[in-house]
């Protein structure tokens, strides 16, 4: 990378470390090298003591038990341990998990596993907005149902689920209720025990923590939950995770709750003006352009949108030396499939390939959209110009209605 | 994943964009690729009294190995007869903007524009 200003916007991706993260963890690197397991020197407890506090920390900031959080390596270890560990554990009492098209690989790809072991997955469709429909979700609960996991927000779209009312339907049926809250934590207040969620999976470096390091909530009392290890060895983390604990890691993540308790509130409200801003300004700038996500059910920082008749990837092409955002695109990806949740969100092929995802984060400027706002309206402007497809919209020709040679 | 010097030239400047009559006798039409897909390809050609090519234009909905594919082709095209311009291979695009792999499909959607257009145009003047 050049010393040239750039632009960050891809906060969903991962955010950046926050420095006062980076101090606190600096320390554990050399100064306390111990392993938090060595229970017979000073290196040891000191280690352990930094651990014991950074997990205050994360269940201070999820208003939770410290003995109900379990580190692991990130949220797609979380999601793993959680979907496997329940479906192992309680497989005397049922196999059957319910979940949504929408959610991310690492529980879809869990399910597709569990399913492999003997389990049985219903996958739910979502309404236009991405919203779950809480009919159909109770309506597919049956005798043999022991999980159902539904993410806190979309990774795309920043789409918020009615937790309350899922975790409200869990209680009815006796069915446990684990969701992917990766998005969520640490940007909107997140307590799961308000809302009746057993277990939920999260990671530090989406909340300005390190990367490497995520954990899982496990319920600890009214239901007392347990899931079977994924990992074996040393028994580590009330034998739920083995393997030595990586305390820098820890000390920062918990440093990255401890920060986000404090502040989130404002960050939320700052960058959901500066996201409106940016949105506003490509609606009123730009023609054809459509939000995906339900707006009145959405994380503050976060905006998807299609720029119709313009591929996401060639649109980035023209700003990416500046600006860092993600696509929908099929182009970004070796499958050449366009975003999977999109498209369960009933968007056609064509609009999914011309997404574009901003995700805002504590650092994020005014200075930042406004340059944003000026490059994304050049490009997609450009790209226009260049496109077959958009000549023929402005010229009247139904596109629908066109022989295309699909390849 | 960096894309060569010579793709992002014609991704940024890119050479022969625009439209030519398409009910011109002498002017053949290619439209490939669907928006589903994600990427349209439309390149034309005009034909002079000799059979070569005077001019050539695109216009593409894609990415931007798909933008390059289509301006690189034009410019080749330029000044060939048809059928030096139905020899035009994929690979040599391929080559010459160094595609990664997964863009291959750009350079395939560009000759079979190009076999489109010289076929449009035959089929007009047979």
Redesign the interface.
Not at chain 1, 385 to 391: A, T
Not at chain 2, 35 to 42: H, L
């Given at each position: 990378m050049s010393d040239k200003r750039l632009i960050y916007l891809d906060n969903n991706a991962t955010t950046p470390t926050d420095p006062r993260v980076v101090d606190a963890m600096l320390p554990f690197f050399h100064n306390v090298p111990g392993n938090a397991a060595s229970r017979n020197h000073p290196f040891g407890w000191a280690a352990e003591e930094a651990v014991d506090y950074a997990r205050d920390q994360i269940a201070k900031l999820l208003d939770v038990d410290n003995r109900e959080i379990i580190f692991t390596s990130g949220a797609t270890e979380s999601d793993n341990l959680a979907l496997k560990g329940v479906f192992e554990m309680y497989k005397r009492k049922g196999n059957h998990i319910i979940t949504l098209k929408t959610e991310h690989k690492a529980v879809l790809d869990s399910c597709k596993k569990i399913e492999k072991m003997g389990g049985e997955v219903t996958y739910l469709d979502v309404d236009d907005k991405g919203m779950i429909n809480l009919a159909e979700l109770e309506a597919a609960i049956k005798k043999e149902t022991i999980l159902i996991s539904v993410m806190w927000a979309n990774n795309e779209t920043g789409v918020i689920q009615p937790m309350k009312e899922i975790g409200d339907i869990c209680a009815k049926h006796g069915v446990l209720f684990m969701s992917d809250a990766t998005q969520a934590v640490g940007k909107i207040k997140t307590h799961p025990k308000e809302l009746g969620i057993h277990l939920m999976a999260f990671t530090s470096h989406k909340m300005y923590g390190p990367k490497g390091v995520g954990a899982l909530f496990v319920n600890r009392k009214n239901p007392r939950v347990k899931v079977t290890s994924q990992m074996d060895g040393g028994g580590h983390e009330r034998g739920m995770r083995s393997g030595t604990l990586n305390v820098p890691g820890i000390v920062g993540f918990g440093m990255a709750a401890e920060i986000a308790r404090k502040e989130m509130d404002a960050d939320a409200a700052r960058l959901s003006v500066l996201r409106d801003k940016l949105e506003q300004a490509f609606i009123d700038n730009l023609e054809e352009v459509y939000v995906n996500g339900d707006p009145a059910h959405r994380m503050p920082h976060v905006c998807n949108i299609s720029f119709k008749?313009?591929?996401g990837?060639?649109l980035m092409?023209?700003f990416n030396q500046e600006v860092g955002v993600s696509s929908g695109?099929?182009?970004t990806s070796?499958s050449?499939e366009?975003s999977y949740v999109l498209i369960a969100y009933g968007l056609?092929?064509?609009l999914a390939?011309s997404s574009i995802r901003f995700s805002l984060g504590r650092f994020t400027t005014e200075q930042d959209i406004d340059e944003t706002i000026a490059l994304v309206s050049k490009g997609v402007n450009h790209?226009r110009?260049?496109?077959?497809?958009?000549?023929m919209y402005k010229e009247g020709v139904d596109?629908d209605a066109v022989q295309?040679?699909?390849? | 994943m960096a894309?060569s010097e010579k793709l992002l030239d014609h991704?940024?400047n890119?050479k022969n964009?625009g439209?030519l009559d398409k009910t011109d006798q002498n002017v053949g039409t290619g439209?490939?690729?669907?928006?589903?897909?994600?990427?349209?390809?439309?390149l034309q050609i005009q034909v002079d009294a000799e059979g070569i090519i005077e001019d050539a234009k695109f216009?593409?909905?894609?990415?931007?190995s798909?933008?390059a594919s289509s301006s690189l082709a034009t410019e080749w095209l330029k000044g060939k007869s048809i059928d030096e311009a139905l020899a035009i291979d994929n690979m040599a695009i391929v080559e010459e903007l160094a595609l990664p792999p997964?863009k291959i499909?750009c350079s395939?959607?560009a000759e079979?524009a190009i076999k489109q257009a010289v076929n449009d145009y035959k089929t007009k003047n047979a």
């Open positions: 008749h313009v591929e990837e060639g092409m023209t695109s099929a182009c070796a050449l366009p056609g092929d064509d390939h790209m110009d260049l496109s077959p497809i958009w000549e596109l295309w040679t699909e390849h | 894309y991704f940024k890119p964009v439209t439209l490939v690729g669907a928006p589903e897909c994600g990427d349209v390809m439309r216009k593409t909905f894609g990415c931007g798909a933008i997964v499909h395939v959607l079979d």
